[in-house]
Nanobody, 116 residues
Framework: QVQLVESGGGLVQPGGSLRLSCAASGSIFRFNDMGWYRQAPGKERELVAGISTGGTTHYAESAKGRFSISRDNAKNTVSLQMSSLKAEDAAVYYC??????????WGRGTQVTVSS
């Protein structure tokens, strides 16, 4: 079993910045992909960004140029630095970890609200 705990959500004004962090614990295979999805009310969950153990990153088009994902393999943590936030970025952000055998685990989510 794997547990993921997110932190860093909150209220931010449009144009502001926020940093999300996620720590994984439990039975973690060495090679994995970690990252973030988000889900806004009435919408499907969508990928925001992910990063592999080797550091390869992938971003949703909406996140490119504004968000930056990073990870610490020694600590099994992943962070998402979000800048130039827009109202449409408001959602519950879920951390995930996915292993090469197909297993995937989710965090409980952290709310990001973008409002003036």
């Amino acid at each position: 079993q794997v547990q993921l705990v997110e932190s860093g959500g909150g209220l931010v004004q449009p144009g502001g910045s926020l940093r999300l962090s996620c720590a994984a614990s439990g039975s973690i295979f060495r090679f994995n992909d970690m990252g973030w999805y988000r889900q806004a009310p009435g919408k499907e969950r969508e990928l925001v960004a992910g990063i592999s153990t080797g550091g390869t990153t992938h971003y949703a088009e909406s996140a490119k140029g504004r968000f930056s994902i990073s990870r610490d393999n020694a600590k099994n943590t992943v962070s998402l630095q979000m800048s130039s936030l827009k109202a449409e970025d408001a959602a519950v952000y879920y951390c995930y970890i996915r292993f090469t055998n197909g297993e995937q685990y989710w965090g409980r989510g952290t709310q990001v609200t973008v409002s003036s």
